[in-house]
Structure formats: structure tokens, C-alpha cells
């Protein structure tokens, strides 16, 4: 795991060459564990979709649903589109020879040219989840996301906020019986224990000047916690006759669930990344996602549904523009072996799209989504283009 750590802060260090940390970074983002292209691509709105291995992270009572076992194994990597131009740029004017003031001149240089820009990179390394009719357990040895500002303090100062996770989860799903409820009911819960490394801090012009290479593990808050995800599914019943009868085309589906509900915090150090510091990272957060699906008819290779959720009720950033999750997912399929999707959607206000393609064993997705992180009064757009890789057995 140590490793997994090390080549992950050595992309850091590529990409954002950086010394000592000066005042608290500032960071208005609703930071998810877990992502899936799937549910990102269709404004990340799954908590009443969860009909595939997704639905141990999404919503676990979806667990109680799957018909098959699935085994999937992935990499992801997503970053904005100008995010390696500008590490690029800062680095080498870190470089750069002559005297000290020379250097910071170049660096400040660099720096001004993108404020007021966010910049993002994310990574999942070596993703594992095993899930079968009714229970599911997911390792993510390696989770990291970082985000990156540009704000004008005492001269140009970049704010800085990283997660490295590592999380291991555990679910189970079943029906709920002796009553329908008016309809068909599935409970999941999803237990979960989660190693992070963190940090927030803002980085000045004379700290990224004074030394490209210094990122190191003892900068990082440690903690791990155990905690657990609640979910239900709905789907009410719908008469064939009469004027609600024209629901039976869309078969509607209700989703519910309560994420973190401990909300213990990560009081205890395993130190497996920060070896002298125990200082707790930033919590999980109490939050309620609601949601709700509707397949609409089939036609020939098509299918798919609509989609909408309101998440994260309850985290301190939440906002309805950044509870909204809107969208659309086409399915088409050839053969059994070979099917895909196509989806659109809106996510916290801005555009989603994203494509899937499933080739015998052989996943790939794409996707382009925008989140917003700007605050209470001022929206402001981090636009993220994301690829994953894997294989589903």
C-alpha cells in the first residue's frame, strides 16, 4: 500500500512542486470517495439505478437486485484539460537560474496567468469489487483526487486540497417481506473501512519558488475510520388498468440513502502514510441522497431510462444547484458479449457526457463532467475528463 502512496505523491510532485505549507487552503468541493464514469456520465444521479456492481458504493440496496455475480477490475484517471500545461509551466519556472528574486519573478509569472482557475486530478489504482445476488465487497487500495486554485492573497497563492484513500467495503442486500409495501422494497447497508491521507494548505509564491521537489508524506493528515452507508429501493406498484396503468412503460424506481451515518471522524492513526503526525483529516460527512429512476420503452438494440437525485443533503457545502443530478442513459446491445451506453446528463449545473463499450471482458469508459466549486453566491465550473479501464467477469 506504502508504494501505491509513493507513486501517487510522485505525480504530486510532477505536477504541482511544492515545499512548505503556509495558511489553510480553501476549498468549497463535495468531495465523494467513490465515482463511477456510469453515474458521472448521466450527471452522477445512481442511487435508484444501482443495478450493477456500482450499487455497493451508490446505493446498497441495489445489491439485492443483481441477478449475476460480477467481478470487476479497473484503473481510473481523470484531470482538467489545462492541468498538465500548468504544473508544466510552474515547474520549469521554478527552474529557472539566476537569483532568487529571478526565480520568484518567473514563478509569479506562471502563476498569474490562471487566476481565478481551478485544476483537478484524480486517480483509482488497482480497483477490486466482487459483487454477487445480495452482498458485494470493494478494495480501492489507492484513491486519490486533488484540487487546485489560483487566489490572490499577499501576492498569488495557489490553494491546495488532496485526499488519498484507501478503502475497503463490505455489503449486503435483501428484500423486505411479509408486507409489499405498495410495491417491491430492498434494505442494503454497506460497512466501511477507510484509511486517509489529507491536506489543505495554500502555497505562496516564495514557497513553490524555493524548492520544486519537496512534497513529502509528513505533510499529510492521517486517520482512518469505520463507518456504514443505509440504502432503499421502492419500486411501487402499478395497476395495468386505469389511468395509472401508463407507468407500467416506465416502471418507476424510488431510491434513499443515509451515507456515513456514524460520522465518527478519524480519530486513530494506523500511520501507515504519515509516520509522526496523527493529526485528523477532514471527516466524513453525514449526508442523505434521494433519487428516482424511469426506464422508458425499448426499441429494437435500445433501451435506457431517465433519472433524477437530489444528494448530499446535510454536508456543509450543500446547496440545491450542487444537490442536483439530472440525466439520461441510452443501452444498446449486439450480442450478450458486446453492449455499450451512451448518457447525458447534468451534474451540480453543468453538462455531463460520457460512453461506455464492453467487448467480452474488455471495459472502457469515457467521460466529461463539470463540479462546481465555487461558493454560496459565486458558481464556479471545474470541468474533469476521466477514463477508466477494466475488466468484468
Request: hydrophobic share 45%; proline share 3%; glycine share 10%.
Amino acid at each position: 500500500m506504502q508504494n501505491c502512496w509513493k507513486v501517487l505523491l510522485l505525480v504530486s510532485v510532477l505536477f504541482l512542486s511544492a515545499s512548505v505549507w503556509a495558511d489553510s487552503g480553501v476549498s468549497n468541493t463535495i468531495h465523494h470517495q467513490y465515482v463511477s464514469p456510469r453515474a458521472l456520465g448521466m450527471g452522477n444521479a445512481f442511487v435508484a439505478v444501482a443495478n450493477d456492481y456500482n450499487a455497493l458504493f451508490y446505493n446498497p440496496a441495489g445489491l439485492a437486485r443483481l441477478e449475476n455475480g460480477e467481478v470487476n477490475l479497473s484503473m481510473d484517471f481523470g484531470a482538467t484539460d489545462s492541468f498538465s500545461a500548468f504544473a508544466k509551466d510552474v515547474s520549469n519556472a521554478a527552474k529557472t537560474t539566476g537569483t532568487e528574486a529571478e526565480k520568484q519573478t518567473a514563478v509569479a509569472a506562471a502563476v498569474q496567468k490562471v487566476y481565478g482557475k481551478t485544476f483537478g486530478f484524480n486517480a483509482g489504482l488497482f480497483n477490486a469489487v466482487w459483487a454477487r445476488p445480495h452482498w458485494g465487497v470493494g478494495f480501492q487500495p489507492a484513491q486519490f483526487s486533488s484540487e487546485m486554485a489560483v487566489h490572490n492573497g499577499v501576492g498569488p497563492v495557489l490553494n491546495t486540497t488532496i485526499y488519498m484513500d484507501s478503502i475497503l467495503t463490505l455489503g449486503y442486500g435483501d428484500h423486505v417481506r411479509g408486507n409489499d409495501f405498495g410495491g417491491k422494497l430492498e434494505w442494503g447497508i454497506a460497512g466501511k473501512f477507510v484509511n486517509r491521507g489529507y491536506f489543505s494548505k495554500g502555497l505562496t509564491i516564495i514557497e513553490l519558488a524555493a524548492d520544486p521537489n519537496l512534497l513529502k508524506t509528513s505533510d499529510l493528515q492521517e486517520g482512518y475510520t469505520v463507518d456504514a452507508d443505509v440504502g432503499l429501493l421502492w419500486r411501487p406498484y402499478v395497476p395495468e388498468t386505469g389511468f395509472w396503468s401508463i407507468f407500467q412503460l416506465t416502471r418507476p424506481t424510488f431510491g434513499f440513502v443515509a451515507r456515513n451515518v456514524g460520522e465518527m471522524g478519524f480519530n486513530q492513526s494506523l500511520k501507515a502514510i504519515n509516520k509522526t503526525k496523527t493529526e485528523a483529516p477532514e471527516k466524513l460527512y453525514r449526508v442523505f441522497d434521494f433519487g428516482s429512476r424511469w426506464e422508458y420503452p425499448a426499441f429494437w438494440i435500445f433501451g435506457g431510462r431517465g433519472v433524477l437525485d437530489i444528494r448530499d443533503v446535510g454536508h456543509p457545502f450543500f446547496t440545491m444547484k450542487k444537490g442536483l443530478h439530472l440525466g439520461f442513459e441510452f443501452d444498446w446491445s449486439m450480442a450478450s458479449w458486446w453492449r455499450g451506453n451512451y448518457r447525458v446528463g447534468l451534474n451540480q449545473g453543468y453538462w455531463t457526457a460520457g460512453a461506455s463499450a464492453m467487448f467480452t471482458i474488455f471495459n472502457l469508459d469515457l467521460v466529461s463532467y463539470g463540479e462546481d466549486v465555487g461558493t454560496f453566491g459565486t458558481a464556479k465550473e471545474n470541468r474533469i475528463y476521466m477514463l477508466k479501464m477494466s475488466m468484468n467477469f
